[in-house]
């Protein structure tokens, strides 16, 4: 069995991203060698989210609108976590969109339907956080 | 460590349907011959879920109320994903439900406890769509 | 390729608990022997959740709100799942929360972010339940 890892770091301009990171994941896969076998994406902090879905800025729009109104960031102080913080929100919205996604890797490709694409997504923002890619197959 | 692959197409009846594929899934592992390791089992496509949960019609009714409540169907145009489409909230209902179910392979059985069945869950029907099946081990 | 496979059981006191099991994870891993690979951690009950996020007492009180308010326990007759039981509600909040985590493991440990902990979400306990950790690697 052979395996590959890799963190990647991100710095969002804006508190809020969706950031498609599916050319560097396969790229990490060409690298690593493994021709079969699967590829875990996920986020390494509690307010960001890794998930796949349309790369279409309309719908992510809808995304940004929708977690919006499903885990409002206001009123921050509604929320008991917010005691020197106010992202209590982006803990919430992370929970919707997911912590990671693991695919399938065959003959050396992402497995993925022909929409399928790997987003990072950012709830709070701004600073230094990380994706961490792990491959395991042969 | 062997691999085994998958791809299973489905066309529901119906706009939103969830059809249940332990049994399907179950087959394949036999057929694999892998013993001990890890199965994946996700939609290829982004208006649709795989999860685990009850095979009972009432539940099934009520995640469709609450689906379509937390992410209406209507009015179409109130998203901006929906241009020349109207399915901006089966991308949403696919969130809430899951992309991915990654079941451990134990013994040459799906290692599941007594009321865990795999469903797709359709939110975007009555077209060619497909669900793959990843199984790693030995 | 080596695996290990292990059944941990919980009876909560209270009907919606969190539980941290990072530290019991973590001993198992090191149990399995296995430096690099895949480790599963899945609940094998419907109405319950496996997820990754902050150990933080006020955020889980947020969690708690914010999922009675997205899938309330009450009114218990608005669920058609509800016939003989009361806990439909508990199988919508898993799917917000998840069924599985699956964390790589680099050199023998989960490589987790800095505030990454792995928690047991209970929402129809004061029952014996299981969660399941499935590690795969060498």
Same mark, same amino acid.
């Given at each position: 069995?052979?395996? @590959? ?12 991203? @969706? ?23 996920? #986020? ?32 921050? =102080? ?22 990671? +996604? +693991?695919? #399938? ?5 992402? =497995? ?27």
């Amino acid at each position: 069995m052979k395996s @590959f890892t890799k963190e990647l770091w991100f710095n969002t301009g804006k508190k809020k991203e @969706f950031i498609n990171i599916t050319s560097e994941i396969e790229k990490l896969l060409t690298k690593s060698g493994i021709q079969e076998g699967l590829c875990l994406v996920n #986020a390494m902090h509690i307010t960001s989210s890794v998930f796949v879905n349309d790369d279409e800025q309309g719908l992510h729009h809808d995304f940004d609108l929708w977690l919006e109104k499903l885990a409002p960031h206001e009123p921050v =102080h509604s929320y008991r976590h917010n005691v020197g913080e106010d992202n209590a929100d982006a803990h919430l919205k992370r929970q919707i969109m997911g912590r990671e +996604v +693991v695919a #399938a890797v065959t003959g050396g490709k992402l =497995h993925f339907g022909p929409w399928e694409q790997i987003f990072y997504g950012e709830f709070d923002g701004m600073r230094r956080k990380r994706v961490l890619v792990k491959i395991i197959g042969e």
